[in-house]
């Protein structure tokens, strides 16, 4: 399978791994499952891995660095940084605002490298931008790391197309990170087009709409009681009764092509640009495989077009995040 390009610095399988959901925000999982899951997605070729030290928080960098020690010259490791970390309270409540002050950045970056047990930070992404300071600040203690050998390449999460052109006048940014699906398109209205002008590779975190386009969640019992996405606006039950009719219609569309529901919507975000690399996440072997799969599945333009429409976001019920979260992106 040809690689992909991260900016001019990485080159990646076209499928990465989405690590948050093995310690974070979807309830986790027994550490040796992890570990197996991990080192599978290197057996079959996956190279990019994704992770940050709000996941846990700090869980899953720790996650990462013992599980891919054996294999350190084979992966790309992307991590984040920019919330505020409170000391008390348990996962996502120990979130408590955003922070990309220089000094603040910095100290992450050392606390991550310790973690992940490595020398050096193949992706280090702003994870939200922070409009209390300059992106021309952030970004310029982010290319001090650079320098001084600690962090490879640079990127940012869920900024603006602005913003990117602004980061990417101080430092070249190689990647891109925001949520990108069938039913969450955002970036193509300005982002994907400076992402394309400016040679920087696009990542896509929750390509499968956090499971929904996968068709295999008919309804929030699914789900554990500490799951996050019991919270948000698309899995209330009226909301995904509303939006029921829509993932039936992309199974129906899978079925005539032979594929899974989840390998044609990875395979229709793939099919968007070479310049794509979606990261979904999975914690099982079996689902690993499907979706590393899906780079190998050819969509005609007349595919394309067909599912695009089925799956229009302008048929989709609910927002995909919370007001307070969506207050959070396209900085």
């Known amino acids: 399978m040809q690689n992909r390009k991260l900016g001019t610095e990485l080159s990646v399988y076209p499928v990465g791994l989405g690590c948050m959901g093995m310690t974070f925000a979807y309830g986790g999982q027994e550490e040796s499952e992890a570990i197996a899951t991990l080192r599978r997605a290197v057996d079959i070729g996956v190279t990019l891995f994704d992770t940050a030290e709000v ?10 660095g013992k599980a891919l020690k054996p294999v350190r010259d084979k992966v790309v490791i992307a991590t984040k940084f920019g919330f505020k970390i409170s000391p008390e309270g348990e996962g996502m409540a120990r979130m408590t605002g955003i922070d990309s002050r220089p000094e603040h950045l910095k100290a992450v970056a050392e606390a991550s490298l310790k973690r992940l047990g490595i020398d050096v930070i193949d992706l280090f992404y702003q994870h939200r931008v922070d409009p209390a300071v300059p992106i021309e600040d952030t970004v310029g203690a982010m290319a001090e790391l650079v320098r001084e050998g600690k962090v490879r390449a640079l990127g940012l999460s869920e900024a ?9 006048a101080v430092h070249p940014i190689a990647a891109v990170q925001s949520e990108y699906s069938l039913w969450s398109r955002d970036p193509e209205a300005e982002v994907l087009g400076a992402c ?5 590779g ?17 309804n929030t019992d699914a789900l554990g009681d500490n799951d996050w996405r019991r919270s948000q606006p698309r899995f209330q039950a009226d909301v995904m009764a509303a939006n029921a ?31 794509i690399v979606p990261i979904p996440g999975a914690r ?7 979706n590393t799969a899906a780079a190998a599945i050819t969509l005609s333009p007349a595919e394309l077009a067909g599912i695009g429409e089925a799956m229009s976001p302008a048929r989709v019920a609910g927002k995909r995040y919370s007001d307070e979260a969506l207050a959070l992106v396209n900085g």
Not at 160 to 168: L, P, V, Y
Not at 205 to 218: A, V
Not at 284 to 290: A, V
């Open 55 to 64: 996941y846990g928080p700090f869980d899953n960098e720790i996650l990462l």
């Open 160 to 168: 603006s197309a602005s913003t990117i052109r602004r980061a990417h």
């Open 196 to 200: 394309r002008e400016l040679g920087i």
């Open 202 to 218: 696009f990542v896509p975190y929750s390509p499968l709409g956090r499971g929904l386009l996968t068709g295999t969640l008919p």
């Open 245 to 275: 009719a829509l993932v039936e219609e992309l199974t129906r569309l899978a079925r005539q092509k032979g594929v899974t529901t989840a390998q044609l919507a990875l395979a229709w975000v793939l099919h968007q640009g070479d310049f």
């Open 284 to 290: 099982k072997i079996g689902h690993l495989e499907q």
